[in-house]
């Protein structure tokens, strides 16, 4: 399904092929999931990548575990989802049967603001690093290209693409999604497509990741993103265009 | 004085009648009348009192910013000069609030700003503030003389820069717990050159690097600075520095208490202690965000005075917390991290006889972490330190004997918050519900005020609640309870009762039955992740037009039809019905 290079306010699919067979999973609901596999080091060829329908305005968090179409178990895609840990301490809730060992969001009761600064003083050396990461938070810094302030976000308040978009969206008010955004994974393999999305949006998120390498968003699984990102810069989508091909080297060596 | 009628056209004024002496009397009354919650009853007794009180009134309490509109306010009073706000409840500061929930600051100062040009104090917790709110701030109310933003976001360096700019009467500009943007501004060094009249300043919370030239020059133009609370990008060195120019500070954040990396060799030979020593006046310390412990015994010389101290932040153990609270004998507050272990706490318990409030954080806010307080430390503590009045204790451990042992030591408790941060943890030396230790709480401590209730809870607990817990008016509940009754018997029992925030309890829609006498005089009612569904939720709305019913999730996922049961349902009173103000994935039924 493609997409024009206007931003389309209602449902967006990915353009770039990623409408799968079977993949439009009926086309009804928003916010709609179907994750087909996702393991940690597989190729990830045009059949796995993870379909996601969006919708810019109401935001629908692809992330919810709740959805009933969720048809194989999150794999490390859900890893940093703080829905679906909240949900299976929810479901669980009976005191009978103590809940496993994962995090509940905002328990214990202490404020994230408290959180983050013990989260800083573990991270080793006093002074300011690009990435505070410790138990707490994953502090990166967030800039934009003609923009005249930064910002900072913890990723691990976020449990996907979807709603690291819709924050950056809210902080760079005039930050305009182009069909790419930070809406999911993008499929490297198939570069005039990539390109073609590249050469049409206003602005696109990047990121330095460990190796210091400046890669478009949206090209690892999430949970890989929250660790590996350094720091975050929205560039020009024409800028932009120029890591592509780098990514889709590097890309194709992880595989 | 209101002028008199005239008594006809032509005649000079004449005798006042005497309902207006009964008003100018009152009004002259009244204005002594501090407490808002005497001046509500003083307004109630009769449209002249109404009015008389409405004249008098100077400060505007709103404990929760959607339960009426600023035009309103405005409109009953006339003669304001302080406004707190308080908007967001308190889970939100957890991360069970949507983004962009609400709580926005604008209309409200919008409204001030045509009602109130003169305002002179503005207190806003957990709203929402952005720069062009602070913009609004600094360009409406030359006559604002203090600041306080606590819990707030949406703001940067950009708008601190606006303020320090134009808001040329500001006396107190504080931050305390907000989240700031970092816009790279050099904000310090918008203060006016030829001084300011600031008399305090709290930045620590300001997660930016700060020009420290500019605020040497600051301080050197603001001889009634007495309170002074840096953030950590400044050095123990340049704390120094800062000391010895402003010795008459009162109240203290000390920043980072370390040296920087680059000056550390100059910074080891600096003096500290007697820059503290130069500082007779000092009261209050906080700060240590970043503390080298070694530096820690710098504060000996005014530990004796001491009465409010932050280690809040400081990861010291118990030898280095034991050399210098054994000093601080009138300390009234103190707030400390878990690493002193129960044996810190002895030694606070030794020493600080007149100690009132006590918190105590966990350094590794996990669930599952080591914890370092235990029963151990909440029992010598109390035996210690009878005049508690406050306590906010996060362990891993604990027990119903000590619990107990803390209402009987500590009869004069208003606020108990106990966090037994492993979920359903029951005694773990009986292996009972913490039932008991809480009931003894309530019945106890007959002034108590605010509960935070945790550990393996049955129904039982909250019987004693109700039964018991006759004053108290905020109650936190988390992973607790069997049945619905547990609620039933707090909503019906306690009849003071304002605040429940109730998370992750086997809770389900026939509390919300019996809460239905009572929601009109709370002034909210938050239940997560509970068994509560969307019709019954519905139904309450319906049922009383004064309560704005919100459901929602802790993420932007809207709420389905057919989900089982809500993921948060925030209830709260207010006179204008559901707001327009709500993001889209939030529902208002």
Same mark, same amino acid.
């Given at each position: 399904? +493609? ?19 079977? #993949? ?58 703080? %829905? ?16 496993? %060992? ?27 690093? +690009? ?37 950056? #969206? ?74 592509? /091909? ?10 | ?18 309902? @207006? ?73 957890? #991360? ?28 806003? %917790?957990?709203?929402?503030?952005? !720069? ?36 040329? @009467? ?43 030239? $500019? ?11 007495? %309170? ?37 060799? $100059?910074? @080891? ?23 080298? /412990? ?59 006889? !007149? ?33 508690? @009045? ?21 009869? +004069? ?21 913490? !039932? ?43 992973? =607790?309870?069997?049945?619905?009754? $547990? ?41 997560? =992740? ?50 327009? !103000? ?8």
């Amino acid at each position: 399904m +493609e997409v024009g290079p206007k931003m389309e306010e209602t449902e967006l699919s990915l353009g770039l092929g990623l409408g799968l067979p079977g #993949g439009g999973s009926g086309g009804g609901g928003v916010g709609e999931m179907v994750v087909k596999s996702s393991g940690v080091g597989n190729k990830r060829g045009f059949s796995e990548t993870v379909d996601l329908k969006l919708n810019l305005t109401t935001t629908n968090s692809n992330s919810s575990a709740k959805d009933k179409t969720v048809t194989s178990p999150p794999l490390d895609l859900m890893k940093n989802d703080h %829905k679906a840990e909240d949900v299976s301490s929810k479901i669980t809730a009976d005191p009978a049967r103590p809940p496993a %060992k994962a995090q509940v969001v905002g328990w214990p009761p202490v404020r994230s603001y408290r959180k983050n600064v013990l989260a800083v003083q573990k991270s080793a050396g006093g002074s300011e690093d +690009e990435t505070e990461k410790s138990g707490g938070a994953t502090l990166v810094k967030v800039s934009m290209d003609g923009a005249p302030y930064l910002r900072k976000v913890d990723l691990k308040l976020y449990g996907s693409y979807q709603d690291l978009s819709d924050a950056l #969206g809210k902080m760079f008010s005039s930050f305009t999604l182009g069909n790419y955004g930070a809406q999911g994974m993008i499929d490297f393999m198939n570069e005039s497509k990539l390109m073609g999305l590249l050469n049409g949006s206003d602005y696109v998120p990047t990121y330095e990741d460990k190796d210091g390498d400046w890669m478009l968003v949206g090209d690892v699984p999430w949970g890989m993103f929250v660790e590996s990102c350094k720091r975050l810069r929205i560039m020009k989508g024409k800028e932009a265009a120029g890591l592509a /091909p780098r990514a889709m080297e590097k890309c194709k060596n992880r595989s | 004085m209101r002028e008199s009628k005239p008594n006809g056209p032509g005649a000079g004024p004449g005798p006042p009648c005497p309902d @207006q002496v009964l008003e100018n009397v009152l009004e002259n009354v009244l204005q002594f009348l501090t407490c808002r919650r005497d001046r509500n009853a003083a307004s109630l007794v009769c449209k002249s009192w109404y009015r008389a009180e409405a004249m008098t009134r100077s400060e505007l309490f709103i404990g929760n910013c959607y339960a009426v509109a600023p035009g309103r306010a405005t409109a009953r009073f006339h003669r304001i000069t302080a406004v707190v706000i308080k908007g967001k409840p308190r889970f939100a500061d957890f #991360g069970l609030m949507p983004i962009n929930w609400g709580a926005h600051s604008t209309r409200w100062l919008t409204a001030f700003a045509g009602a109130y040009p003169f305002l002179e104090k503005i207190y806003l %917790k957990r709203m929402s503030v952005t !720069d062009d709110d602070l913009g609004l701030i600094a360009n409406s109310f030359s006559c604002l003389k203090e600041l306080t933003l606590v819990c707030c976001e949406g703001f940067g360096t950009s708008g601190l820069a606006v303020l320090a700019c134009k808001s040329r @009467q500001l006396r107190v500009l504080d931050l305390f717990e907000d989240e700031v943007n970092d816009d790279e501004v050099d904000w310090i060094s918008c203060f006016p050159e030829s001084g300011t009249c600031l008399e305090s300043l709290s930045f620590d919370c300001v997660e930016c690097p700060i020009n420290f030239a $500019a605020l040497e020059r600051l301080l050197g133009g603001s001889p009634n600075l007495k %309170k002074l609370r840096l953030n950590r990008f400044v050095s123990i060195g340049q704390l120094y520095h800062l000391m010895i120019r402003a010795p008459q500070i009162t109240h203290l954040g000390t920043g980072s208490f370390s040296p920087s990396e680059i000056t550390q060799q $100059a910074e @080891q030979e600096l003096d500290y202690r007697a820059a503290f020593t130069a500082c007779k006046s000092l009261v209050c310390l906080s700060g240590f965000r970043e503390i080298a /412990p070694e530096y820690l015994p710098a504060i000996l010389p005014v530990c004796a005075n001491l009465t409010s101290l932050n280690l809040s932040y400081a990861n010291i153990n118990a030898e280095q917390l034991r050399s210098v609270i054994c000093y601080c004998h009138n300390l009234q507050t103190f707030w400390v991290l878990d690493t002193v272990g129960d044996e810190g706490l002895q030694a606070v318990a030794a020493t600080c006889k !007149d100690l009132r409030e006590l918190r105590v954080f966990p350094v590794d806010p996990r669930e599952d972490s080591e914890g370092f307080v235990s029963e151990v430390g909440l029992l010598a503590i109390s035996e210690g330190c009878r005049m508690l @009045q406050s306590i906010l204790y996060f362990c891993q451990r604990m027990t119903n004997a000590a619990v107990t042992a803390t209402s009987k030591n500590c009869p +004069e408790l208003v606020v108990f918050r106990l966090c037994i941060m492993g979920r359903h943890r029951p005694d773990h030396l009986t292996n009972e519900p913490m !039932d008991e230790g809480f009931g003894a709480i309530v019945m106890n401590c007959k002034k108590l005020t605010r509960l935070a209730v945790s550990g393996l809870l049955t129904d039982k607990a909250f019987d004693y609640i109700g039964k018991y817990g006759k004053l108290v008016r905020t109650l936190s509940v988390a992973f =607790a309870g069997d049945t619905d009754m $547990a609620l039933k018997y707090v909503l019906e029992g306690c009849p003071n009762l304002l605040k429940l925030e109730v998370r992750d309890s086997p809770f389900g829609d026939s509390v919300l039955r019996a809460g239905l006498p009572h929601f009109y005089s709370m002034r909210f009612l938050w239940m997560s =992740a509970c068994r509560l569904t969307l019709p019954a939720c519905g139904e309450i709305a319906k049922e009383m037009p004064h309560l704005v019913v919100e459901v929602f999730t802790s993420g932007t996922e809207p709420v389905h039809d057919e989900d089982e049961f809500v993921d948060t349902s925030y209830m709260y009173r207010s006179l204008e019905g559901p707001r327009d !103000d709500a993001p889209e994935y939030v529902r208002i039924l």
